[in-house]
């Protein structure tokens, strides 16, 4: 299965609302969101091909996501 959208990338912005500048820092961020998209489909399709319901998964994944918590600055 495996087909991924291909969806364009967002401006990364500093928490002031200026956008990322550091191509290698824009490059790293979306490697790290393509790996989470990977590893989510792969984790919905496990899931529905063991019988859960998609709703659900999603779901969970959301609760996840919106679980997270920053790191703390640095002093």
Do not use: F, Y
């Not at 990364?12 to 989470?36: A, F, M, T």
Request: proline share 8%.
């Amino acid at each position: 299965m495996g087909a991924h959208s291909q969806k364009e990338p967002p401006v990364w912005r500093q928490p002031d609302g200026k956008p990322v500048s550091c191509l290698e820092k824009i490059k790293v961020l979306n490697q790290n969101i393509q790996e989470i998209e990977t590893l989510c489909t792969d984790a919905l399709e496990d899931g529905v091909l063991m019988g859960c319901d998609a709703a659900q998964i999603k779901q969970a994944l959301h609760e996840l996501i919106d679980g997270l918590t920053p790191p703390r600055a640095r002093d």
